[in-house]
C-alpha cells in the first residue's frame, strides 16, 4: 500500500477490522468489505489492469474507486442477498462519512487480502528470540 502513499498503520485508525481479510466500511450501513479471489479476478476484469496496476493507479481515478468498493463488497451482497450493480457504488460512497474513510477501507482490506498485516509492528513474526550476545541467558537452567 506504499504505492499509494498511505502507511499501513495510518490507514487502520478508525478502520474495524472483523476477520482477517475482512474490513467494514459505513456506507448505506455497514458493509463487509473482502478482495477473495473471485473479488480480485472481477476487479482484474473490469478494469484491464493488473493487480499491480491497481495498486499503484492510486485513488485519483474515481471510476476505478467505484469499481475496487464493487468488487470488494460482492461477498457482503451474497451474504445477505442483495444484486448489487456497478451503477449504485455512486449512491453507497455519498454514504460514507468521508472520502478517507472510502480510501483507508479500501486500502486495509486490499492489503488484508495479500496476508498483509497492517496492525503489526513488524516486530510479531513468532520466531523465537536470541541468545543474547555473551552467552547468558535469563532462564534458569536445570
Not at 476487479?43 to 495498486?55: F, P, Q, W, Y
Request: proline share 4%; with cysteine; aromatic share 6%.
Amino acid at each position: 500500500m506504499k504505492a499509494w502513499g498511505i502507511s499501513p498503520r495510518a490507514i487502520l485508525r478508525g478502520v474495524k477490522i472483523v476477520k482477517n481479510d475482512v474490513v467494514i466500511i459505513n456506507l448505506d450501513r455497514p458493509r463487509e468489505l473482502r478482495y477473495g479471489h473471485k473479488a480480485l479476478k472481477t476487479l482484474v476484469a473490469m478494469t484491464g489492469k493488473t493487480l499491480e496496476e491497481i495498486e499503484t493507479a492510486g485513488f485519483d481515478d474515481l471510476e476505478l474507486v467505484e469499481k475496487l468498493t464493487y468488487c470488494g463488497l460482492l461477498s457482503d451482497a451474497k451474504q445477505n442477498g442483495e444484486t448489487l450493480n456497478l451503477n449504485q457504488m455512486e449512491d453507497f460512497l455519498d454514504c460514507a462519512p468521508n472520502y478517507k474513510h472510502i480510501i483507508d477501507s479500501v486500502t486495509a482490506a486490499f492489503a488484508a487480502a495479500f496476508g498483509a498485516n497492517p496492525e503489526g509492528d513488524g516486530g510479531n513474526d513468532q520466531q523465537p528470540a536470541a541468545e543474547p550476545a555473551d552467552g547468558n541467558s535469563t532462564s534458569k537452567k536445570a
